[in-house]
């Protein structure tokens, strides 16, 4: 089982990237987002269920970020519009076969992640 980050890259203030996780070996029920910046904790950004009925945003990213699926591909994007400085971070898709949540502890599978940076 295998989920593959992509989509990272360095972008201005303002700017908009498209994240893309693709999961090999399996199909999963439920995908989340988190991010990860230098010194910091590992914190949520987004989660989605299966038929994306639950779906959940970080305050922070709520109204700029959408997270989808495409279950045909096996794969959970996360558009990132009006990216800020505050966004950069390495981001890591992850997978449930139980729930979409917020908590981190709840994935069964994490992707390698893939930088995020945003300039001023």
């Known amino acids: 089982v295998q989920l593959q980050a992509s989509g990272g890259g360095l972008v201005q203030a303002g700017g908009s990237l498209r994240l893309s996780c693709a999961a090999s070996?399996?199909?999963?029920?439920?995908y989340g987002w988190f991010r990860q910046a230098p010194g910091e904790e590992r914190e949520f950004v987004a989660a989605?269920?299966?038929?994306?009925?639950?779906?959940y945003y970080a305050d922070s990213v709520k109204g700029r970020f959408t997270i989808s699926r495409d279950n045909a591909k096996n794969t959970v994007y996360l558009q990132m519009n009006s990216l800020k400085p505050e966004d950069t971070a390495v981001y890591y898709c992850?997978?449930?076969?139980?729930?979409?949540?917020?908590?981190?502890?709840?994935?069964?599978?994490w992707g390698q992640g893939t930088l995020v940076t945003v300039s001023r």
């Open positions: 992850a997978a449930s076969a139980v729930i979409a949540t917020m908590s981190r502890t709840l994935y069964d599978y």
């Open positions: 070996g399996r199909a999963f029920s439920n």
């Open positions: 989605i269920s299966w038929s994306a009925s639950d779906v």
